[in-house]
């Protein structure tokens, strides 16, 4: 394959997807499964707080290994009661590379934000980071598995617990990851997971908080009904963020295919990985031994010196093939206009965070993917780098183009 002749589309090749190649394609159960269960909501007229809502909190709980799960609207919404209800207060310790819905709980709940840099290996938050940014005013610490790889949840507990303060994961990505042999789920003071179209339990939208906490829990389920105890007394400040029947019921069909769902997408990454063997500049994010990623991204980073081409080249030439991509996380959450006025940067700076976020390319991924997908997309990777100098100069004659130069 990297013998390759081939041009890229770019340069006037084949182009490899002429249907294009979406980022992400929702793995939805047979609609004939939700017959039964559309039949009875919709003859019962119970569209919220339903039965499909206590069967899907079980099945989450019993995943995770929790004594507790609580339905909610959304992930971001979940962090935000979650936020509420354990009375975090001053400053919340989080990694900048990350999706901004996870900071949104803080400022929601007049906290501040204290970003702290990545590992360059994982990259998912530097414990070491985290302890040197602990001050008296510190009031929790947020994790997040990025792209479904597991945090260091082992160590962030260890500092939270000898720090006397609440430790969040947002498990936006986390349905199918394993830490340690074991669903991800069960650490911390809670995790909060996305169940929105990208991700591998498909809610339509909607989200789920596990926790050992059974005060916390109790909580949440009073916060999500506005804060309405059930007699129209209001005991604290919530949200309306009621999970509703139709979205459980999609949800509990998703976790009974997640595991084949998480298998095949990890298939595919090891598919591609081995397809892409020596390509130089083209490096994964390291999951460790005994963990399991959930894959709800497939995220390389490229050496513009190595692989001869930027990240961003890439993806104006991979477009060229029909290949859709993001660029996640850039910018960091530090470098987006709310928050450059918010919180403050730990004492060692966000290098990693600013290098992976300027190098980082998402390339699609879906469990209905076919092996011939990926192997086209090894080889479009494989065109670029082979034609790299034509691309290159190709790309910065239109760049003097479109500058009037």
Request: glycine share 10%; aromatic share 6%.
């Amino acid at each position: 394959m990297s013998n390759s002749a081939n041009k890229p589309a770019i340069l006037g090749g084949a182009v490899l997807f002429e249907r294009g190649l979406n980022l992400a394609t929702p793995d939805l159960p047979p609609v004939e499964s939700f017959f039964e269960g559309l039949c009875s909501i919709i003859d019962t007229g119970v569209l919220t707080k339903g039965k499909f809502l206590r069967e899907f909190e079980r099945a989450v709980a019993a995943l995770a290994g929790t004594k507790e799960a609580v339905g909610v609207s959304s992930c971001t919404s979940g962090l935000l009661l979650v936020h509420k209800c354990l009375k975090i207060e001053g400053e919340v310790i989080l990694p900048s590379f990350t999706f901004m819905a996870s900071a949104l709980g803080i400022v929601w709940n007049n906290a501040s934000p204290v970003f702290v840099d990545i590992d360059p290996q994982t990259w998912n938050v530097d414990p070491a980071k985290v302890e040197e940014s602990l001050t008296e005013r510190t009031g929790a610490i947020i994790a997040t598995h990025v792209f479904g790889n597991p945090a260091n949840v082992d160590e962030l507990w260890r500092i939270a617990q000898k720090a006397g303060v609440p430790l969040v994961f947002d498990a936006a990505h986390g349905f199918g990851s394993r830490h340690n042999g074991v669903p991800v789920g069960g650490s911390g003071s809670c995790e909060v997971f996305s169940c929105s179209p990208t991700k591998l339990v498909i809610c339509g939208e909607g989200g789920v908080v596990t926790t050992n906490n059974e005060e916390l829990a109790c909580e949440l389920r009073c916060a999500r009904e506005y804060g309405n105890v059930g007699n129209y007394d209001l005991v604290l400040p919530g949200l309306n963020a009621r999970l509703p029947e139709f979205n459980a019921l999609l949800g509990l069909k998703g976790l009974e295919r997640l595991e084949g769902v998480v298998q095949r997408r990890n298939y595919l990454v090891g598919r591609l990985k081995q397809l892409l063997g020596d390509l130089p500049g083209v490096q994964f994010q390291k999951v460790l031994d005994g963990e399991r990623s959930s894959y709800k991204d497939l995220t390389c980073r490229i050496d513009a010196v190595e692989f001869g081409l930027s990240r961003d080249e890439v993806v104006q030439a991979l477009a060229a093939e029909g290949i859709d991509t993001r660029n996640y996380y850039d910018p960091p959450c530090h470098k987006q206009t709310y928050w450059r006025t918010q919180g403050r940067i730990g004492p060692s700076g966000l290098v990693n965070t600013e290098q992976l976020s300027k190098s980082a390319l998402t390339l699609p991924l879906s469990s209905r993917l076919l092996d011939a997908d990926i192997d086209n997309l090894a080889e479009a990777l494989w065109r670029l780098h082979k034609h790299c100098s034509s691309v290159k100069r190709l790309l910065a004659g239109r760049s003097s183009q479109q500058a009037g130069v």
